[in-house]
């Protein structure tokens, strides 16, 4: 029987068994679980023999001694791969694993289905006021339904800004509803956003002409800060923002002006900055915002396909084999140089 050469580290947050699973019907590839409660330098030594990082993406989570900064690759002489356990990668310095000859991987689109249902889910329910006629039953009577009444979807139109994984399920879904879509990607030519289902627009024209705008851009340089108080004001009057992207792409207190003065009717919130929200939050105040705590990729069919995915990266990866989710691929001819160093040269026929 082969002994293990490879070595895969995770801490124990909680994962869906798919990853362990799948891992263990490698023979050469050793799973080691780190303890958060136990010694710290127990967790620096399970990572100092690390080929592969599986990393909590979660900023709030994961102590900032065991995110993947220069520091910490400083004490992993082995690590070829930081694989981030969910789509984003917030807790992962790109920058400082390329210089080190690291790959990064995240498992983008595996929970699309989950975050474009959740995603809805916040248009319907702010439109439809699903959450604060619950409230007012739970707690009062004597007022009228009419004192409740929303507004349909139904042939409202919808402004997608990234048309990504998930952007574009949510288009899907939208069309089914008969709703008109809009989208903004600047990654993406208009050929490409016509193809997945919306008519491409500015982001101009996106605030001017959308009923709803729906944020599902990646948190970057160019996306921080970007809504603020001038792109909520040139939003319509009355129109819904959604947001299951990334805290901080958005201004908060921006968007509780917006909302306290009535020049939006209301918000689906799924992110914030920092996460969770204190509970005197602002936004948390208005009856016309639904919250909820980053749960839109927290399903248990999108879990399992995240940890699916990022066990056969994890594979792929320790064979040698390019991974499909690549987030710094100048890295990668570096990463296999030094591959080759440690498990010499991989077999081509690995798959």
Same mark, same amino acid.
């Given at each position: 029987?082969?002994?293990?050469? #490879?070595?895969?580290?995770?801490?124990?947050?909680?994962?869906?068994?798919?990853?362990?699973?799948? !891992?263990?019907?490698?023979?050469?590839?050793?799973?080691?679980?780190?303890?958060?409660?136990?010694?710290?330098? +127990?967790?620096? +030594?399970?990572?100092?023999?690390?080929? @592969?990082?599986?990393?909590?993406?979660? #900023? &709030?989570? %994961?102590?900032?001694?065991?995110?993947?900064?220069?520091?910490?690759?400083?004490?992993?002489?082995? !690590?070829?791969?930081?694989?981030?356990?969910?789509?984003?990668? +917030?807790?992962?310095?790109?920058?400082?694993?390329?210089?080190?000859?690291?790959?990064?991987?995240?498992?983008?689109? =595996? &929970?699309?289905?989950?975050?474009?249902?959740?995603?809805?889910?916040?248009?319907?329910?702010?439109?439809?006021?699903?959450?604060?006629?619950?409230?007012?039953?739970?707690?009062?009577?004597?007022?009228?339904?009419?004192?409740?009444?929303?507004?349909?979807?139904?042939?409202?139109?919808?402004?997608?800004?990234?048309?990504?994984?998930?952007?574009?399920?949510?288009?899907?879904?939208?069309?089914?509803?008969?709703?008109?879509?809009?989208?903004?990607?600047?990654?993406?030519? +208009?050929?490409?956003?016509?193809?997945?289902?919306? /008519?491409?627009?500015?982001?101009?024209?996106?605030? $001017?002409?959308?009923?709803?705008?729906? !944020?599902?851009?990646?948190?970057?340089?160019?996306?921080?800060?970007?809504?603020?108080s001038r792109?909520?004001? $040139?939003? #319509?009057?009355?129109? !819904?923002?959604?947001?299951?992207?990334?805290?901080?792409?958005?201004?908060?207190?921006?968007?509780?002006?917006?909302?306290?003065?009535g020049h @939006?009717?209301?918000?689906? %919130?799924?992110?914030?900055?920092?996460?969770?929200?204190?509970?005197?939050?602002?936004?948390?105040?208005?009856? &016309?915002?639904?919250?909820?705590?980053?749960?839109? =990729?927290?399903s248990h069919? =999108?879990?399992?396909?995240?940890?699916?995915?990022?066990?056969?990266?994890?594979?792929?990866? @320790?064979?040698?084999?390019?991974?499909?989710?690549?987030? &710094?691929?100048?890295?990668?001819?570096?990463?296999?140089?030094?591959?080759? /160093?440690?498990?010499?040269?991989?077999?081509?026929?690995?798959?």
């Amino acid at each position: 029987m082969t002994s293990p050469s #490879k070595t895969v580290v995770r801490l124990d947050f909680w994962i869906d068994p798919a990853f362990d699973q799948r !891992l263990a019907a490698e023979p050469d590839i050793a799973l080691r679980v780190a303890r958060r409660e136990g010694a710290e330098q +127990d967790v620096f +030594d399970a990572l100092a023999a690390a080929h @592969l990082y599986h990393i909590s993406p979660a #900023k &709030n989570e %994961l102590p900032r001694a065991w995110q993947a900064t220069d520091a910490l690759l400083a004490r992993c002489p082995d !690590l070829l791969c930081v694989s981030s356990a969910g789509a984003g990668h +917030d807790t992962v310095d790109v920058d400082a694993c390329t210089r080190a000859g690291v790959a990064v991987v995240n498992q983008i689109g =595996g &929970n699309a289905a989950s975050v474009a249902e959740h995603a809805i889910g916040l248009m319907l329910a702010v439109s439809r006021r699903i959450a604060e006629s619950d409230r007012r039953l739970r707690t009062s009577r004597g007022y009228s339904r009419e004192s409740l009444m929303g507004h349909e979807v139904t042939g409202k139109t919808l402004g997608i800004v990234g048309i990504g994984h998930a952007g574009r399920r949510v288009a899907a879904i939208a069309r089914a509803l008969d709703m008109p879509v809009l989208a903004h990607d600047p990654l993406l030519s +208009d050929d490409d956003i016509r193809a997945r289902g919306a /008519e491409p627009v500015t982001l101009a024209a996106l605030l $001017a002409r959308a009923d709803i705008v729906s !944020l599902h851009c990646p948190r970057d340089a160019s996306t921080l800060g970007s809504f603020d108080s001038r792109a909520f004001g $040139a939003m #319509k009057p009355g129109a !819904l923002f959604i947001s299951t992207a990334r805290g901080g792409i958005h201004d908060e207190a921006a968007l509780h002006d917006a909302l306290a003065r009535g020049h @939006l009717g209301g918000a689906g %919130l799924d992110v914030w900055e920092p996460e969770p929200p204190p509970l005197s939050h602002p936004l948390l105040t208005l009856d &016309n915002v639904v919250a909820t705590f980053h749960t839109a =990729g927290v399903s248990h069919e =999108g879990r399992r396909n995240v940890a699916a995915l990022g066990a056969q990266q994890a594979v792929a990866v @320790l064979r040698g084999i390019r991974p499909p989710r690549l987030v &710094n691929p100048e890295a990668w001819p570096r990463v296999m140089a030094r591959y080759r /160093e440690r498990f010499g040269e991989p077999a081509r026929n690995a798959a």
